[in-house]
């Protein structure tokens, strides 16, 4: 039961990873420069996030749920602003996506969905995201 | 039951209040011991409460980021109304400070080293939050981690405020 519920947790952050390397590669298409550099650099995390997060999964004996070919994106991206918008969403989506495993019953777990959250949010706010006093929880407290 | 056995009831009741009164407040039991779980919220609480009294110094001394600096403020004050809501005290210790200020220390002059402080102290908070997650309720440790991604992002803000001036 302990690990249905932890499997189910890293499966929530699994779809938020892969939703974010998937974002990545729309947010980078519209930049150049410096910023294009800095999209590469943050879906090459996610990617290894997503890998991670895949493999955890398959060490407890479940499947990692596999990555949709297409996602429905909160908004249409058309002008390099519109892509820094895109990115915040999605690193404040992968935030919200590690809240379950924050909560699981092994420490490690919540160790780790904790500093990918403070790492999500730090891109987020360097995306351009205003201050949130707590991310991730909606509604908030 | 006869007038007797009824007796014979009462005698040993008043009897075992007796001995419950010699005893003192041991009759009851042992102290219940402060749960790790109150220890620890009142660590994070006190530590925060140290958080919005280091902002609060701050924002007396800073002139060209005191935007940020209330914003922040104004986030760590959230942070600890939230942490101070899951722990229920007795009426006359709510509102008060769970340790005493142990003192802010000094900020340094001038907007970048300030800055640099203030990261310093926002890493600091979410290290702390990190380390306590292990041995909290789930919804705590839920809270703690959004928190401490709160946190976290503040190093972005402050540096920000210093690099755009």
Known sequence: ?141 | MTRRALFGVAAAAVGTLWLAGCKGITALGPVPKISGDVVTLEHLIAHEEALVDLYATASRQSSGSADVIATIRAEHEAHLKQLRARLVLPPRLAGTKIAPSRGIPALPAGAAALSGALAVAERAAAARLTAQLATVPPGLARLLASISASEAAHVVYLRRSVSSR
């Open chain 1, 1 to 141: 039961m302990k690990a249905k519920a932890e499997v189910a947790a890293l499966q929530n952050a699994l779809q938020a990873e892969e939703a974010a390397s998937y974002g990545y590669g729309v947010v980078g298409a519209h930049l150049s420069g410096a910023a294009f550099s800095q999209a590469t650099s943050d879906c090459v995390i996610h990617e290894r996030a997503r890998d991670s997060l895949s493999a955890m999964i398959t060490a407890l004996g479940a499947t990692p749920e596999p990555a949709a070919v297409a996602y429905r994106l909160p908004l249409t991206v058309s002008t390099p602003a519109q892509a820094a918008t895109l990115a915040v969403d999605l690193e404040l989506s992968v935030v919200a996506g590690y809240v379950p495993l924050a909560g699981a019953a092994e420490p490690s777990l919540r160790q780790l969905a904790a500093t990918r959250m403070q790492a999500a949010a730090v891109r987020a706010a360097r995306w351009g995201a205003p201050p949130r006093s707590f991310p991730g929880l909606s509604p908030a407290p």
